[in-house]
């Protein structure tokens, strides 16, 4: 009887031991987390929540965030891979780029005005502004668009034609300057005590000329299309050149010994000139008529 109770008895002790090394075992391999427990090799711990996969769960600021599908940034989570920070801006690799440290959009970056991308093929950078077209510029501290304004002395004008004159500003389109001063009328100027139309006219030496063109030749003025300047001679016709004191037609004439003579070819003979064509030079001495000159 005694032997059976000493048998019941020691069964009884080896079932509590098994049982105490399977409760200690249980525990052994658990970790705290949160309010609950989770297995380090088969789970993850993550802001005090058990998730069941631990590779795809990661600590991201006061979140949870999975890294195969999903990006940390700045203790935010994207969604997508590639998500990067751009001068403490999170920004989208995939449809932006990061440019002078800041994200812009698209996928390569541009001209920066103050601070911010633009695009030179469509906007404008003008005073710290984007402006949309390529055509504007800085007038003082505004701005214009130089294909339908004009910016004189710091102020904008509406017409692109605007010019300065002195200190005022004129409209090339309706008003001329002259001397510093401005003038109704288009395209008109001021030529001694009169007005002409540099278009069809010539201001030369104070005197309105009909004709484009006109210069100053000695004291008077000439056409340089129809005239020549030469010696301070005003000579019709093109190609005079100087002959001594006088000119001549090359065309007409001829210079020889600083003398000029009707016809071309004239040559010296002697002291003197002849024309080889109507005259014969003879021991220096001129002879009328072509022959030969017999000594």
């Known amino acids: 009887m005694e032997k059976n109770h000493f048998r019941i008895g020691g069964l009884c002790l080896l079932i509590m031991v098994i049982i ?57 989570v994207y969604d997508g891979l590639m998500w990067g920070e751009c001068k ?10 990061c440019c002078d440290g800041y994200p812009v959009n698209g996928s390569r970056c541009y001209s920066s005005c103050h601070g911010v991308q633009f695009n030179e093929n469509s906007q404008s950078c003008c005073n710290g502004q984007i402006l949309d077209g390529p055509y504007w510029r800085a007038c003082g501290n505004a701005c214009y668009d130089v294909t339908t304004q004009s910016c004189c002395n710091n102020k904008v004008y509406e017409g692109a034609n605007w010019q300065e004159c002195g200190n005022a500003c004129f409209n090339g389109d309706t008003q001329f300057c002259s001397q510093g001063k401005v003038y109704d009328g288009k395209g008109k100027m001021f030529c001694g005590d009169t007005t002409y139309d540099p278009y069809t006219q010539s201001c030369c030496q104070g005197e309105v000329y009909d004709g484009s063109g006109y210069q100053p030749c000695g004291d008077s003025c000439y056409n340089p299309k129809t ?9 019709d016709g093109v190609g005079y050149q100087p002959c001594g004191d006088s000119c001549y037609n090359p065309k007409t004439q001829s210079c020889c010994q600083q003398q000029v003579f009707d016809g071309v070819g ?3 003979c002697g002291d003197t000139c002849y024309n080889p064509k109507s005259q014969t030079c003879c021991r220096g001495e001129v002879v009328e008529g072509k022959g030969e000159c017999k000594y």
């Open 266 to 268: 004239a040559q010296r």
């Open 88 to 97: 403490g801006v999170c920004f989208n690799r995939e449809t932006q780029v």
């Open 20 to 76: 105490s090394v399977f409760i200690i075992g249980v525990y052994a391999a658990t970790v705290p987390c949160g309010d609950s427990s989770y297995d380090p090799e088969k789970q993850a711990c993550c802001q005090g929540k058990v998730y069941d996969n631990p590779k795809q769960v990661a600590p991201c600021g006061d979140s949870c965030y999975d890294p195969s599908s999903q990006s940390c940034c700045k203790g935010q």
């Open 227 to 235: 005239q020549t300047c030469c010696q301070s001679q005003v000579f």
